[in-house]
């Protein structure tokens, strides 16, 4: 499978905003998720329920760590 530059360029991107998610996560930090998502991403999983807004992510995610230690 050849790709063009512009491929190769969209795939490191999408890659580094994955990257910059599962960090934060690993590290507790929250507000880093900033970054990587918009203000009204809408995140989908089958194992959580529906948040939409930065806000909305934050709690969710903030109420499932506190018993939680970064990994790092």
């Known amino acids: 499978m050849t790709m063009s530059l512009q491929e190769l360029s969209d795939r490191m991107e ?15 930090q929250l507000d ?3 970054r990587v998502f918009t203000a009204d991403a809408v995140e989908e999983r089958s194992y959580l329920q529906r948040t939409a807004g930065l ?11 506190r018993h939680a230690e970064p990994c790092i």
């Open 55 to 65: 806000d909305s992510r934050r709690v969710k995610l903030a109420s499932g760590r």
């Open 32 to 34: 880093e998720l900033d």
């Open 14 to 28: 999408i890659q580094d905003v994955v990257v910059a998610y599962a960090y934060a996560l690993d590290r507790g």
